[in-house]
């Protein structure tokens, strides 16, 4: 009789404990698992569990001190609003002074003299040489154009120039010495403050002071405290710009038909208009 054929396990599988009869190991669809690995499999599976379902910690209690914050008090926002009328303490005047020659070195030095004899006016009136200022010079090549075809005529010289004055007093002098020269242009004259910051600083703060009293009236109206203020948000402070005009006193004489008189000042620069806008919150008791 045929020995019976023995049953063979496959690579995988342990060799069969001689005292059990059995393998050590455990076999799963014909495939052997150590329990390194269904530990290694075990902890990647934690680990994917936690990536896609992460734990959320409960959050510490919150301080029972700090729902009273300024947020979530009672507030009042009001817009506060100062304007002024000051009158401007210095005048600047533009000036170009224009020459042109054949050659470019002839253009040039006579647009220094004419310069400075400027200057020298300027100086004569009381005017610092720290005022008086060149603000760009330029120069370029001109043509004149006969039959169609360009011909070339010279040079042009080109000087801007201002002057600051601080004494407005002087206004009337300064512009008549200016204009006295015909190879001066006066190409305008502006009008503003020597202390704008200041200015500035001061109308701004009228505007906070406005606003404070408006909350005030509303607050007490409402029957509560008005408290500190929460937010204040400035706005940009624009200053017309002011145009010389006549006086007073040469209004009513060219009204009465009688002329001005020679000492004086007929022009007047026009007063600046200062203006400053807020808008501030405040916080309201009970």
Not at 72 to 87: N, Q, R, S, W, Y
Not at 193 to 217: F, G, H, S, V
Request: with cysteine; aromatic share 4%; hydrophobic share 40%.
């Amino acid at each position: 009789m045929p020995n019976p054929t023995r049953f063979r396990p496959s690579k995988f599988e342990p060799p069969a404990d001689p005292a059990h009869g059995e393998s050590s190991g455990t076999t799963i669809a014909g495939e052997f698992r150590s329990p390194c690995l269904v530990v290694v499999m075990r902890l990647l599976a934690t680990l994917l569990l936690v990536t896609l379902f992460p734990v959320t910690l409960p959050m510490h209690a919150q301080d029972p001190d700090s729902t009273a914050r300024p947020s979530t008090l009672p507030t009042i926002t009001v817009d506060g609003v100062a304007e002024k009328m000051v009158d401007p303490d210095q005048a600047v005047f533009l000036l170009s002074i224009t020459t042109s020659a054949r050659e470019l070195a002839n253009a040039q030095e006579e647009n220094r003299n004419r310069t400075y004899a400027a200057a020298e006016a300027m100086r004569a009136l009381g005017i610092p040489d720290s005022d008086i200022r060149t603000s760009s010079v330029r120069s370029q090549r001109e043509y004149d154009w006969v039959n169609r075809e360009r011909i070339f005529k010279g040079f042009r010289v080109s000087r801007s120039m201002t002057i600051e004055l601080n004494d407005l007093d002087k206004l009337d002098l300064t512009l008549a010495k200016l204009l006295e020269s015909t190879e001066i242009e006066l190409s305008g004259t502006r009008f503003r403050l020597q202390e704008k910051d200041q200015w500035e600083l001061d109308i701004r703060r009228e505007a906070i002071t406005d606003a404070r009293k408006k909350a005030q009236a509303m607050a007490n109206e409402l029957g509560l405290t008005l408290g500190k203020a929460h937010t204040v948000v400035d706005t940009t402070i624009t200053p017309a710009a002011p145009m010389p005009r006549q006086p007073a006193m040469m209004r009513m004489a060219e009204a009465s038909g009688a002329g001005p008189s020679p000492d004086e000042n007929l022009t007047e620069a026009a007063q600046i208009q200062l203006r400053a806008s807020v808008r501030v919150t405040f916080l309201l008791d009970d």
